[in-house]
């Protein structure tokens, strides 16, 4: 009789997982309407949440979510990956088909306390080293696939799921155990509030538990280092990088960089379908980011969506009368290809400005017709470089500022 | 003594003369035309009019005197203005049945087309490069097609160049063709209005000021001059204004002398005739209607365009080209806007919207755009009755006016026009009421592209 309530117990957990995972699934999908929920499925990892705190210095309410996940971790241990987490129900079914095989994991370090440290010490310069490992990023990287205009570098994040499944299949448990950051994290909190628990009441010290939690200052110390010391590297390398163009509301490039955890909500978010994941253009500190390009279509004057979906704060969300102001880039002209400077017919760029940024000034001398960018009105939104109608080179591009 | 028989002979004339305007008599005067064999040269002589209504300097003001206007003309259809937009609404409208006349202020027909230079037919295809200028506008270029030396890069997807002389010719044939009653050297000044419904306009020409009565009128001046006089309410706009120029010998550079110098900029496009550009030009952007800024902007067009060329002969290579002609009028590109029923906007543009009375669809100057409808409600004045605008003109908002300017929607606006304002003769209505079906059937029966 014993066994019944366990049984029930678990098949009410497994239940619970399948529900959380089809939820995520159907959120995650890109519908016309699902973008605003998109948020949740990354914004729950508590992991995401600390790093987006540390890194900006602020608490926007999709921290919030994590914080209240790890929060509930502090008391039930991994809860998270046992009742909700999607890729930990995939990873399952990995390991089974692992065991079957007769696969078994062997020894190895906790791997994933060792990156949950480097993504918060990293995080304290702003930039979360490897803060795109959290599995519920790796989750929603994916779904960008599915997408009306498919980004064909978000088979990046499918191989990366698809690396998970293989790596639980080759040693299974290993991803869960050993290499997950949010498990890690999970792991790290429950033992240091154990911890806590133990310094105010010292009497109660089992040995063997003492042994564990000897290693435990030292790696919380040396791990956090590691990510100090790796994004102070990034910072000073990254620095030099070319600039490019990021979705409004991005942080300053190598924050941007760090913090972006790649989980592709902004690109599926965006109606006009400009935001692409960059392929390595920018080095491989930038794969997977999102980069702007003005190809059909531009960044719309009444939409605010991609820096609504971001769940880890590397865009800020803005409000639309702020919209003007939060510029992605600069237009520049280059008058060796503009028609005007042939003096041709063409008023495209000034005539689809949304924002009345670009002026047609007369040169009385060299008698020449140029536009003029102010620079005080273009946020950068890429409508003079979709209506400009040369090809192969368009004559105005927006530039990163 | 053949200088003394000279000066005797110099002075009888001048008795003759003095004999004659001693006399001032007409008869006699005339007789002494007759007597010295000048009879052909006079063909009338005038006393002075004590009654001549001419304008008079009162309190330092100019005072215009109420007078009678002879009216030399009548007719149903009346279009002011033979641009491309008036010579499509001219035939348009004879074809449907009725009466036309077509008033023009130069000596030829085309205006911008031809007087202005603007050679290239630009904004005649869509995305893909599918032609949305059909009817009068592609049967223009089908027999431009005919004619030798007349049009260059007839081919889908380009923007084909014409001559200007042979656009003159050609709308010459055509509007004689369909038998439209014309007058050139008019210009249109005013129109004859009774509350809000025009009657007719107003001409001023060597023959003087007279007027044409008419049932509709098409107000093609590109201007809107006169919706502007029939007091229809529009948007004055300023645009940049330059001045276009013919080159010639571009076929004689020395391509080998040429080599090591920088291009000079701006040789502008080919022409159907061998070594002959057009070269666009713009311009300080300038209210087209104020006649000192045109005046000032002729005159440094002028003295730059000159000078442009003098710095291109001076390129190794390039000594032999020379200026062959500075377009007889200036390249005005908006002025008035008319405030119609309907607008045509970019947000339509964008949307791809249809209408229910789109009387044409409008292309862009290189196919960038889709297709993009134009409501017959943008040719027809809020208030005003008995009018339509065509051409540049018609209510469109400033972001659509640099696609509404060009030549090949100005035929297309230009046909609508004169379709709807021969049906509006044809069913006695006022334009406004028409049965925009019938229009659109008679502009498809004309092989019009709506859609």
């Given at each position: 009789?014993?066994?019944?309530?366990?049984?029930?117990?678990?098949?009410?957990?497994?239940?619970?997982?399948?529900?959380?995972?089809?939820?995520?699934?159907?959120?995650?999908?890109?519908?016309?309407?699902?973008?605003?929920?998109?948020?949740?499925?990354?914004?729950?990892?508590?992991?995401?949440?600390?790093?987006?705190?540390?890194?900006?210095?602020?608490?926007?309410?999709?921290?919030?979510?994590?914080?209240?996940?790890?929060?509930?971790?502090?008391?039930?241990?991994?809860?998270?990956?046992?009742?909700?987490?999607?890729?930990?129900?995939?990873?399952?079914?990995?390991?089974?088909?692992?065991?079957?095989?007769?696969?078994?994991?062997?020894?190895?370090?906790?791997?994933?306390?060792?990156?949950?440290?480097?993504?918060?010490?990293?995080?304290?310069?702003?930039?979360?080293?490897?803060?795109?490992?959290?599995?519920?990023?790796?989750?929603?990287?994916?779904?960008?696939?599915?997408?009306?205009?498919?980004?064909?570098?978000?088979?990046?994040?499918?191989?990366?799921?698809?690396?998970?499944?293989?790596?639980?299949?080759?040693?299974?448990?290993?991803?869960?155990?050993?290499?997950?950051?949010?498990?890690?994290?999970?792991?790290?909190?429950?033992?240091?509030?154990?911890?806590?628990?133990?310094?105010?009441?010292?009497?109660?010290?089992?040995?063997?538990?003492?042994?564990?939690?000897?290693?435990?200052?030292?790696?919380?110390?040396?791990?956090?280092?590691?990510?100090?010391?790796?994004?102070?590297?990034?910072?000073?390398?990254?620095?030099?990088?070319?600039?490019?163009?990021?979705?409004?509301?991005?942080?300053?490039?190598?924050?941007?960089?760090?913090?972006?955890?790649?989980?592709?909500?902004?690109?599926?978010?965006?109606?006009?379908?400009?935001?692409?994941?960059?392929?390595?253009?920018?080095?491989?500190?930038?794969?997977?980011?999102?980069?702007?390009?003005?190809?059909?279509?531009?960044?719309?004057?009444?939409?605010?969506?991609?820096?609504?979906?971001?769940?880890?704060?590397?865009?800020?969300?803005?409000?639309?009368?702020?919209?003007?102001?939060?510029?992605?880039?600069?237009a520049r002209v280059d008058m060796d290809v503009c028609l005007l400077g042939e003096a041709r017919e063409c008023s495209a760029c000034r005539n689809y400005c949304?924002?009345?940024a670009i002026a047609y000034v007369w040169d009385?001398?060299q008698y020449t017709l140029t536009p003029r960018v102010?620079?005080?009105?273009?946020?950068?939104?890429?409508?003079c470089e979709v209506a400009c109608p040369t090809t192969p080179t368009k004559a105005i591009r927006v530039h990163?500022? | 003594?053949?200088?003394?028989?000279?000066?005797?002979?110099?002075?009888?004339?001048?008795?003759?003369?003095?004999?004659?305007?001693?006399?001032?008599?007409?008869?006699?005067?005339?007789?002494?035309?007759?007597?010295?064999?000048?009879?052909?040269?006079?063909?009338?002589?005038?006393?002075?009019?004590?009654?001549?209504?001419?304008?008079?300097?009162?309190?330092?003001?100019?005072?215009?005197?109420?007078?009678?206007?002879?009216?030399?003309?009548?007719?149903?259809?009346?279009?002011?203005?033979?641009?491309?937009?008036?010579?499509?609404?001219?035939?348009?409208?004879?074809?449907?049945?009725?009466?036309?006349?077509?008033?023009?202020?130069?000596?030829?027909?085309?205006?911008?087309?031809?007087?202005?230079?603007?050679?290239?037919?630009?904004?005649?295809?869509?995305?893909?490069?599918?032609?949305?200028?059909?009817?009068?506008?592609?049967?223009?270029?089908?027999?431009?097609?005919?004619?030798?030396?007349?049009?260059?890069?007839?081919?889908?997807?380009?923007?084909?160049?014409?001559?200007?002389?042979?656009?003159?010719?050609?709308?010459?044939?055509?509007?004689?063709?369909?038998?439209?009653?014309?007058?050139?050297?008019?210009?249109?000044?005013?129109?004859?209005?009774?509350?809000?419904?025009?009657?007719?306009?107003?001409?001023?020409?060597?023959?003087?000021?007279?007027?044409?009565?008419?049932?509709?009128?098409?107000?093609?001046?590109?201007?809107?001059?006169?919706?502007?006089?029939?007091?229809?309410?529009?948007?004055?706009?300023?645009?940049n204004?330059?001045?276009?120029?013919?080159?010639?010998?571009?076929?004689?550079?020395?391509?080998?002398?040429?080599?090591?110098?920088?291009?000079?900029r701006n040789?502008?496009g080919?022409?159907?005739?061998?070594?002959?550009?057009?070269?666009n030009m713009h311009?300080?952007?300038?209210?087209?209607?104020?006649?000192?800024?045109?005046?000032?902007?002729?005159?440094?067009?002028?003295?730059?365009?000159?000078?442009?060329?003098?710095?291109?002969?001076?390129?190794?290579?390039?000594?032999?080209?020379?200026?062959?002609?500075?377009?007889?009028?200036?390249?005005?590109?908006?002025?008035?806007?008319?405030?119609?029923?309907?607008?045509?906007?970019?947000?339509?543009?964008?949307?791809?919207?249809?209408?229910?009375?789109?009387?044409?669809?409008?292309?862009?100057s290189n196919?960038q755009?889709?297709?993009?409808?134009?409501?017959?409600?943008?040719?027809?004045?809020?208030?005003?009755?008995?009018?339509?605008?065509?051409?540049?003109?018609?209510?469109?908002?400033?972001?659509?006016?640099d696609?509404?300017?060009?030549?090949?929607?100005?035929?297309?606006?230009?046909?609508?026009?004169?379709?709807?304002?021969?049906?509006?003769?044809?069913?006695?209505?006022?334009?406004?009421?028409?049965?925009?079906?019938?229009?659109?059937?008679?502009?498809?029966?004309?092989?019009?592209?709506?859609?």
């Amino acid at each position: 009789m014993a066994g019944t309530p366990s049984k029930r117990r678990r098949l009410a957990r497994r239940l619970i997982r399948v529900l959380v995972f089809v939820a995520a699934v159907l959120v995650l999908l890109p519908q016309a309407e699902s973008w605003q929920l998109a948020v949740v499925v990354p914004a729950a990892s508590p992991l995401v949440a600390v790093a987006s705190v540390l890194a900006t210095r602020t608490l926007p309410w999709t921290a919030c979510l994590g914080l209240a996940v790890g929060a509930i971790g502090l008391l039930r241990r991994r809860w998270f990956c046992r009742w909700a987490c999607p890729v930990g129900l995939l990873a399952d079914g990995a390991t089974r088909i692992g065991l079957r095989l007769g696969r078994r994991c062997p020894h190895t370090p906790p791997l994933g306390q060792w990156i949950a440290l480097a993504i918060i010490g990293g995080a304290c310069l702003g930039y979360p080293v490897l803060l795109w490992l959290d599995p519920l990023a790796l989750f929603s990287g994916p779904f960008s696939l599915l997408d009306a205009a498919p980004a064909k570098a978000a088979w990046w994040s499918a191989a990366a799921i698809a690396a998970v499944l293989l790596l639980g299949t080759l040693w299974p448990g290993s991803w869960c155990l050993r290499v997950c950051p949010l498990g890690a994290t999970q792991d790290l909190l429950h033992r240091f509030c154990r911890w806590l628990r133990r310094t105010s009441a010292r009497s109660a010290a089992r040995p063997v538990s003492r042994q564990v939690d000897r290693g435990l200052p030292r790696r919380l110390v040396l791990g956090t280092l590691i990510g100090i010391g790796w994004a102070a590297a990034v910072r000073a390398v990254h620095a030099r990088a070319a600039p490019c163009l990021r979705p409004p509301g991005a942080l300053d490039e190598t924050q941007f960089v760090g913090l972006c955890i790649r989980c592709g909500n902004c690109l599926r978010a965006c109606p006009a379908e400009i935001i692409e994941p960059d392929r390595g253009q920018q080095g491989l500190a930038g794969l997977l980011a999102p980069v702007v390009e003005f190809r059909e279509d531009y960044c719309r004057e009444d939409c605010t969506r991609c820096a609504e979906a971001c769940p880890s704060g590397a865009l800020t969300p803005f409000g639309l009368e702020d919209k003007a102001r939060v510029a992605i880039g600069l237009a520049r002209v280059d008058m060796d290809v503009c028609l005007l400077g042939e003096a041709r017919e063409c008023s495209a760029c000034r005539n689809y400005c949304p924002y009345e940024a670009i002026a047609y000034v007369w040169d009385e001398v060299q008698y020449t017709l140029t536009p003029r960018v102010n620079a005080e009105r273009c946020p950068g939104c890429g409508a003079c470089e979709v209506a400009c109608p040369t090809t192969p080179t368009k004559a105005i591009r927006v530039h990163p500022c | 003594m053949d200088d003394s028989l000279n000066r005797r002979d110099w002075l009888r004339t001048l008795g003759a003369s003095g004999l004659a305007a001693g006399l001032g008599a007409w008869h006699a005067g005339h007789a002494a035309a007759q007597e010295s064999g000048f009879q052909s040269s006079v063909i009338d002589q005038h006393e002075v009019q004590p009654n001549r209504a001419c304008p008079s300097l009162t309190d330092g003001k100019v005072i215009q005197p109420r007078r009678e206007l002879p009216v030399v003309h009548q007719t149903d259809v009346l279009v002011v203005g033979g641009g491309p937009a008036g010579v499509c609404a001219a035939i348009a409208a004879r074809r449907a049945g009725v009466d036309v006349t077509l008033v023009e202020r130069y000596g030829h027909f085309g205006g911008l087309w031809s007087g202005g230079l603007v050679l290239v037919i630009l904004g005649h295809i869509v995305k893909g490069g599918k032609q949305v200028c059909q009817g009068i506008g592609e049967e223009m270029m089908r027999r431009l097609d005919k004619l030798d030396g007349a049009i260059i890069d007839r081919r889908p997807g380009a923007n084909p160049t014409v001559d200007a002389e042979a656009v003159k010719y050609l709308m010459v044939e055509m509007i004689e063709e369909v038998q439209a009653k014309v007058f050139l050297h008019c210009w249109g000044v005013d129109a004859i209005v009774n509350g809000n419904t025009v009657h007719g306009a107003v001409f001023e020409s060597k023959s003087g000021r007279q007027a044409i009565l008419a049932k509709t009128v098409v107000d093609a001046t590109g201007d809107g001059d006169l919706f502007a006089a029939a007091g229809a309410e529009y948007e004055r706009r300023s645009h940049n204004i330059g001045l276009v120029s013919r080159i010639g010998n571009l076929d004689r550079v020395d391509r080998a002398r040429a080599e090591g110098s920088p291009k000079p900029r701006n040789l502008g496009g080919r022409t159907p005739v061998p070594g002959v550009n057009w070269v666009n030009m713009h311009g300080p952007e300038v209210d087209g209607l104020d006649v000192e800024t045109l005046t000032r902007l002729e005159l440094n067009h002028r003295k730059f365009i000159w000078k442009n060329m003098q710095k291109v002969r001076r390129t190794p290579g390039y000594e032999k080209v020379y200026l062959m002609e500075t377009a007889p009028q200036l390249g005005v590109r908006i002025t008035r806007v008319l405030n119609g029923l309907q607008r045509v906007t970019l947000d339509d543009l964008k949307a791809a919207t249809t209408f229910a009375d789109v009387i044409g669809v409008g292309g862009a100057s290189n196919g960038q755009h889709g297709e993009w409808q134009i409501p017959y409600g943008a040719l027809v004045p809020e208030k005003t009755d008995n009018l339509l605008a065509a051409g540049r003109c018609i209510s469109a908002e400033i972001r659509m006016a640099d696609l509404v300017r060009l030549i090949p929607n100005c035929f297309v606006t230009g046909h609508a026009a004169g379709v709807a304002a021969a049906v509006a003769v044809a069913d006695g209505c006022r334009p406004r009421d028409v049965d925009v079906k019938k229009v659109q059937r008679v502009l498809q029966e004309q092989e019009a592209y709506l859609g």
